[in-house]
């Protein structure tokens, strides 16, 4: 099918529209009591429904438990610093191996708590997502000396971000030309 300059910008501002209000909730939002493990689940997708590929299933997480990337969970229930850390690995596994988000949790172990390590990740998802989808033409800069840990970061998030784009550009597009017979015929 060819595409005309009204539908591309059409589809281009679906996409855009995707990430346009993203916004997750800071450490001190997230729930104080414990969830259970399909809790957990429904809780992080909720957050990630617009974005085909980021969720995670209840044996996705036994799995991160068993390897020991997240403890285990207290009395069958996850806490906070479980969901933060859980929210960081449903878009970072899109693009890392299980192994490099591991270290980038041990590094970010070293340098900060749980709370600020998540607070930052949440500030650099509303930084690059929306820019990466065409919502905002600007992205705040990193430090020219930021620290490893900060720049490793945001070069996951970007890949993360880029694909998340793609997936959202390419469902669109498909529900788009699924469209497009009945509009056809509408017209004829």
């Given amino acids: ?10 589809l281009n501002r679906r996409v855009a ?18 969830l259970y493990l399909d809790q957990t689940v429904q809780f ?12 995670l299933t209840p044996s996705m997480v036994s799995n991160y438990v068993k390897k020991g990337i997240i403890s285990h969970p207290v009395k069958k229930k996850y806490t906070r610093e479980q969901l933060a850390s859980l929210m960081y690995i449903a878009v970072s596994k899109t693009v890392l191996s299980m192994e490099n988000i591991d270290a980038l949790f041990q590094m ?21 997502l929306p820019f990466v989808f065409g919502a905002r033409n600007t992205i705040r800069d990193l430090a020219v000396d930021a620290a490893t840990e900060k720049r490793l970061l945001r070069s996951t998030i970007l890949a993360a971000a880029n694909k998340m784009y793609l ?22």
């Fill in 167 to 188: 997936d959202c550009f390419f469902a669109a597009q498909r529900q788009e030309e699924a469209l497009w017979p009945d509009i056809l015929a509408d017209l004829a």
């Fill in 108 to 128: 970010q172990r070293a340098h900060c708590t749980a709370e600020e390590a998540y607070n930052y990740f949440c500030d650099e998802m509303e930084n690059c």
């Fill in 17 to 34: 529209a995707c990430a346009a209000g993203f916004a997750l909730p800071r450490y001190s939002d997230l729930p104080q009591v414990g």
């Fill in 1 to 10: 099918m060819r595409y005309t300059d009204s539908m591309k910008q059409e």
């Fill in 44 to 55: 992080i997708n909720g957050y990630f429904r617009d974005f085909p590929g980021v969720e």
